[in-house]
């Protein structure tokens, strides 16, 4: 059973753990594959191997059974050490669907296998070229077919599908002219990509300003068994709302990491760099947006940590996570501005991992759910405005 305590207990050994495998996976070895856009396929095997990628798996089907913060504390890690976790991290928040809303041949199916490493279940079809924000106007269509759906239709974004055997995949199943609420009709799949290759589905990666394995997955006509619907069918916006508080809440952990990194590397810096005959650091200019920096990145650490604590209790946490998303993503931001700042010139050599890193952590403040989608969700649901879109 998860308790409150859960959520505020340090992972001290884990962390330290986590910390060691990173440091086998150095600013080399990202440099490496970001000039190339390739995927850290050792690196995430060895997270496999060591099995944080199951963390959030029941022991039951072979995974550690962590409560949440166990999962997150193991992605700030990463992100703190200068790796890059969004290589791998929705593994972990994926298989929250199939566990809560799987059957039970769906569980003994594929968790166990997930844990082990032998099945990767890393690609999560939901954003279309024509719906990012609002997911209820997907359009891709899987139509019921004896025993099997028939899919056709396009998602963008999906992030590792080229390094994915699993997608689990939110499509229309009744159209929408048909339903009386919009996010009605919609239905999740977990899919075998490995089958579905062989039978219409293709994959083009898209090249991006940092390094994410991202890609367009095409349908067409593709057949898949009818047992690989997740719950109910028509039920799927529903599925993926419930996964998405513990996905806000990593996401928000691995930015605590990443402002961790910069303002490390800022301050270090900062302390050793001599112009006009002193270290920079000794000048308040430079300081200031370092220490600033900082207390955000504690103010958001908090937020992660009530999110967390909140959603291992089984307590409503939808404003906290979403919090703690965007006060993590801006965090990381203000620690990547401070760093670049102190570095100066630097800052652009790529043999200084500040640059890379300045790229990747942009991507937090759009996706998987942007700033603006957030601010909105408060001023509604939480200080009861009109609702703006
Ligand atoms: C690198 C990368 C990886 C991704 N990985 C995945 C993945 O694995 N699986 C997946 O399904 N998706 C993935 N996404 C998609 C991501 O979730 C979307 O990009 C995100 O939801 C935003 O959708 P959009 O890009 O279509 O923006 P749009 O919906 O077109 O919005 C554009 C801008 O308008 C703003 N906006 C829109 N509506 C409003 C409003 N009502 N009020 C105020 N502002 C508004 C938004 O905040 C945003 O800044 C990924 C995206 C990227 C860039």
């Known amino acids: ?53 199951a963390a959030l798996i029941p022991e039951a089907f072979g995974g550690a059974g962590l409560p949440l913060s166990g999962a997150a504390a193991i992605l700030e890690e990463i992100q703190k050490a200068g790796c890059n976790g969004g290589a791998c991290h929705a593994q972990m ?13 769906q569980k003994e199916n594929y968790l166990p296998k997930i844990a082990s490493g032998e099945l990767r279940l890393q690609a999560f079809g939901v954003t279309e070229p024509t719906s990012g924000t609002d997911t ?30 699993l997608m689990l995949l939110l499509a229309r199943t009744t159209p929408r002219a048909e339903v009386v609420k919009r996010t009605d009709g919609l239905s999740v799949f977990l899919i075998d990509m490995r089958e579905a290759k062989k039978n219409g ?6 090249r991006t300003m940092m ?25 799927g ?10 996905e806000r809440i990593l996401i928000g952990a691995e930015c605590v990491g990443d402002a961790k990194w910069f303002i490390d590397k800022a301050t270090n810096y900062g302390k050793e760099r001599q112009v006009f005959g002193r270290p920079i650091a000794q000048n308040q200019g430079v300081q200031f947006p370092i220490a600033k920096a900082y207390a955000q990145m504690r103010a ?38 401070a760093c670049v700042q102190t570095f100066g010139g630097f800052a652009f050599a790529e043999e200084y991992d500040v640059e890379r890193k300045f790229r990747e952590a942009r991507l937090y403040q759009v996706a998987p759910i942007s700033t603006n989608l957030i601010l909105s969700y408060l001023s509604e649901h939480v200080l009861g405005m009109p609702r703006s879109y």
Not at 201 to 206: E, K, Q, T
Not at 301 to 319: H, I, K
């Open 136 to 165: 209820s106007s997907i359009v891709t269509f899987a139509r019921r077919d004896g025993d099997r759906y028939i899919i056709n239709g396009q998602k963008i974004w999906t992030s590792r599908a080229e390094h994915s055997d």
């Open 211 to 235: 390094n994410h394995a991202t890609t367009e997955v095409f349908f067409d006509n593709v057949p898949i068994p009818a047992d690989s619907l997740v719950g109910e069918e028509g039920k």
């Open 300 to 337: 958001a650490e908090l937020m992660v940590r009530e999110a967390a604590t909140l959603f291992e209790a089984g307590e409503e946490c939808g404003a906290e996570a979403n919090m703690a998303k965007m006060l993590a993503a801006e965090a990381s931001w203000a620690a990547a501005e």
């Open 201 to 206: 589905l293709s994959i083009r990666p898209i």
């Open 1 to 53: 059973m998860t308790t409150r305590q859960d959520a505020r207990a340090d992972y001290g050994e884990i962390r330290d753990e986590v910390k060691k495998l990173c440091a086998r996976f150095p600013g080399e070895y990202w440099r490496a594959l970001d000039r190339t856009q390739g995927y850290p396929t050792e690196f995430v095997e060895e997270l496999t191997r060591a099995g944080y990628l």
């Open 237 to 246: 916006f529903r599925y993926i709302l419930s996964g998405m508080n513990a």
């Open 93 to 105: 928040y994926i298989m929250g669907a199939v566990l809560r809303h799987g059957s039970d041949a």
